[in-house]
Each structure stands twice: as structure tokens, then as C-alpha cells.
């Protein structure tokens, strides 16, 4: 059975950091391109970061650039998504993905498999 499990999220101050961990399990990361996407209240889900297969690959969205950084430890079948610099705006939900066979991006339509997200709220 294929599933994703996020952990990490939480409460921070604009300027701090947290990393976030996509745990894999049912299937093998090496042959898939993960991403992280989030929705904030009100908004459509939107991609923030995703990593090729291979990890040799990797987009952001401007937004995010400079600040986020994905990595992968495909020995552990997990996905990292560090995040530095928070501002208010980066408040959503955030979850990670597997794309369909094909697919890379930030295209969520392109991404198959969610896992049940984790909050984080930056906030003073």
C-alpha cells in the first residue's frame, strides 16, 4: 500500500526554520519524483518544491527560492523539504506527493499519491 507521511510542521516565527520529513512507504522513492505542495485557507493548493527520480532535478516556486530547500534520502525512502526564513505567507498545510509515472514539476494534476499533510504557522 502506497503512503506518505509528513511530519515536522509547527508553529515558528517569521525568520526561523523547520524541516519537514516525508516518510514513503509501499513503494521505493528511487524510481519517482516526490513533491512538496501546500494550501493555505481559502487558497488553491500550489506547488512549493519537488525532486527528480534521480535527484538530480530539482523546481521551486519563485516564492520559495532561495529560502526552501528538497533533498532526498532514498536509503531512508524519505524526502526532506528545509525550510529557512519563514515568512507569514508560508502558513498552509503543507504535503508531499508522488507524481504519476511521467511527471515532474510543480503541476499538482501531475502528483497521484498524497499523504494527509502538517500544519506549520509562522506567526509572531
Known amino acids: 500500500q502506497v503512503q506518505l507521511v509528513e511530519s515536522g510542521g509547527g508553529l515558528v516565527q517569521p525568520g526561523g526554520s523547520l524541516r519537514l520529513s516525508c516518510a514513503a512507504s509501499?513503494?521505493?522513492?528511487?524510481?519517482?519524483?516526490i513533491g512538496w505542495f501546500r494550501q493555505a485557507p481559502g487558497k488553491e493548493r500550489e506547488g512549493v518544491a519537488s525532486?527528480?527520480?534521480?535527484?538530480?532535478?530539482?523546481w521551486y516556486a519563485d516564492s520559495v527560492k532561495g529560502r526552501f530547500t528538497i533533498s532526498r534520502d532514498n536509503a531512508e525512502n524519505t524526502v526532506y523539504l528545509q525550510m529557512n526564513n519563514l515568512k507569514f505567507e508560508d502558513t498552509a498545510v503543507y504535503y508531499c506527493?508522488?507524481?504519476?509515472?511521467?511527471?515532474?514539476?510543480?503541476?499538482?494534476?501531475?502528483?497521484?499519491?498524497w499523504g494527509q499533510g502538517t500544519q506549520v504557522t509562522v506567526s509572531s
Open positions: 506527493a508522488r507524481s504519476f509515472a511521467a511527471s515532474t514539476g510543480l503541476n499538482t494534476g501531475g502528483y497521484g499519491a
Open positions: 509501499g513503494f521505493s522513492l528511487d524510481y519517482w519524483t
Open positions: 525532486t527528480s527520480k534521480s535527484g538530480g532535478s530539482e
